[in-house]
């Protein structure tokens, strides 16, 4: 299994990035997927999670801001974020629940300038 998020950096507060996540080396149009993050000091979260056959889920505290999509056709995952504020500033990992466990991959930084 290997996921490589990338699309972060430098923001300016309501700026609106897209997060992807490539993903390989399993059967990706049937696993739910999902973006977590961890700010500084902070636990991780999860932000977004997509089941293969269900809605998405999204956190409260991006709701109406974060949107979690799927391309299986690419095998990519994406989060656009719109309206980003510097409480966003985190690191951003995509995950895949394969069988009974959870993969991730290298986050991508996501800095919301204020």
């Known amino acids: 299994v290997q996921l490589q998020a990338y699309g972060g950096g430098l923001v300016e507060t309501g700026g609106f990035p897209r997060l992807t996540c490539a993903a390989s080396?399993?059967?990706?149009?049937?696993?739910?997927m999902a973006w977590y993050r961890r700010g500084p000091g902070k636990e991780r979260e999860l932000v977004a999670r997509?089941?293969?056959?269900?809605?998405?889920v999204v956190e409260d505290s991006v709701k109406g801001r974060f949107t979690i999509s799927r391309d299986n056709t690419e095998n990519k995952l994406y989060l656009q974020m719109l309206i980003l504020k510097p409480e966003d500033t985190a690191v951003y990992y995509c995950?895949?629940?394969?069988?009974?466990?959870?993969?991730w991959g290298e986050g991508t930084l996501v800095t919301v300038s204020s």
């Open positions: 995950s895949a629940e394969v069988g009974e466990r959870d993969f």
């Open positions: 080396g399993f059967a990706f149009s049937s696993t739910t």
């Open positions: 997509l089941h293969y056959s269900r809605s998405p």
